[in-house]
């Protein structure tokens, strides 16, 4: 969990995988290239990303990581420019967890879009939940939108629901770590709590994620593992019991449409988007 | 907010006022008394136990305030009795912040429910949401469980609705601060939330209060005052702008019923229990 955020662990993988062959030859490096694709069990993408490295002869093992990174930079441009029509020309919207800069290694996918939206002069104002346990969105993204220039205000991730209804809130964005065929979207815990309340309050809920967090080898979403992590994250008695899942899978009913490099795709998503490659060259771009 | 818990604060309002006639007196003593009834916005019962007090003689203040304390005791005992039946034999509950001793002077409200289950045979897991931003779930809630030896699980706020999707929540039980005559209501920020993802899952949610926390006088929960808190309690950075509403509103129609010291109340709540009065002698008991 030191390095967070999808797009990031991707980046991160990629490299991980290039110094790992600096290090380790033969069995050592396999054994290392497993370690980093198992890291983070919630995140698809990280395999493809050690997989699509290891594709490559090892002496461009480098460069495919730096081709990643520019990509991932270039996706989250994307994401973002597919966003602002979704948004008015001002309102209220809310987020969870961070999804900026320090997640993506670009704009962020989430964050990217309030950012692409504010640069195209729309205003807004983002309500951004704490995040609990590790509170990135008090420590990570109210900073990046205060960097970015974007109103913000913090609040705690219990009071989402009442923020919906009492300060009308225009639309919901947050990121994923991997999304079903179905749409079923893993994401930090507590995704699925707003995108209830959400749905309850007939306010439109986006995921912006890039192509590389669809895993169209799972239907649904009763089949992504997640991640549970140390009590210490939230006790604070030493002999408290805790339940500590760091993410939650949403389903895909409850998700409006996703915000992809590929522009706004709604259902059925296995149909609208290419399919996922090995290498995939439509990413790239002059 | 040195006292939480809607029926702590009424004994300390009683108390309050019997204390205030000792050290102050004629437009002194009113305006203390004024101040005690003003203290908590969102608590309608502080004021309904100063103005039980003031209603008899000045010198029989104190024994008035104790008079309230014992009732308030009992009350709590009725209000677990009554809840015996909602629980199965065995099973996952799940409540929002503390409703336990310290909150209530007596066994507890919601807390007490579990309790009262608990020592009738009733093998309950309660999962306590810790309850940001003041932790009173993880702070109190959990150290109240273990003290009655009911087996607990602590989880963040954001927890809850993966938490009912995978652990087959039985109920929720929350307490009230103030229920409008429509079922509407007001009680620690995130209840709402919990609220809207039980309804999701198909899962009963019960408020259980004593009969002085509803307020008929008033229409539904539009009208109950929000107190809004300082925003040091959440935020990180000094210049982070924060919406730290202390308590939400959940409306009357997703909850399943009331727990109260007359039995389990259903909609039209105002025709199924006594009319409040000043002294309600029908709560002293022998």
């Known amino acids: ?36 694709s198992e890291a983070r069990p919630t995140a698809v993408n990280l ?22 990174h520019a990509e991932q ?14 948004f008015p020309a001002h309102g209220n919207v809310l987020t969870h967890c961070n999804t900026g ?37 008090a420590r990570l993204t109210m900073f990046e939108l205060r960097e970015a220039g ?15 209804a009492r300060k009308d ?15 079923d979207t893993a994401n930090k815990i507590g995704t699925y709590s707003v995108a209830i309340s959400a749905a309850h309050h ?3 809920f986006y995921v912006a994620a890039p192509r590389s967090t669809f895993d169209f080898a799972l239907a649904d979403g009763s089949h992504i593992p997640i991640e549970e992590r140390a009590a210490d994250e939230v006790r604070i008695a030493p002999d408290d019991a805790v339940y500590n899942p760091a993410f939650d899978v949403t389903p895909g009913h409850l998700i409006t449409a996703f915000i992809t490099e590929y522009g706004i795709l709604r259902p059925p998503y296995h149909e609208s988007v290419p399919d996922l490659e090995t290498r995939p060259r439509f990413l790239v771009t002059a």
């Open 47 to 68: 395999a493809w990303a050690v997989q699509r490295v290891l594709a490559v002869p090892a002496e461009h093992y480098l460069a495919e990581a730096q081709a990643i």
């Open 169 to 183: 809130i225009k639309a919901v964005v947050v990121g994923a770590d991997r999304i079903a065929r179905n749409g």
């Open 150 to 164: 974007v109103p913000c205000t913090l609040i705690v991730d219990s009071a989402a629901a009442i923020t919906m």
């Open 73 to 86: 930079r270039d996706v989250d441009r994307r994401i973002g420019a597919a966003a602002i029509e979704l």
């Open 1 to 36: 969990l030191a390095v967070l955020g999808a797009p990031a662990i991707v980046i991160f993988g990629a490299y991980g995988v290039a110094l790992a062959a600096q290090q380790h030859t033969g069995e050592a490096f396999f054994a290392a290239t497993h370690r980093i």
């Open 101 to 137: 800069p320090i997640a993506t290694g670009g704009d962020g996918t989430a964050l990217g879009c309030f950012i692409a939206a504010h640069r195209a002069g729309k205003a807004l104002h983002v309500f951004a939940d704490e995040t609990r346990p590790l509170l990135q969105g």
């Open 202 to 204: 007939g306010i439109p």
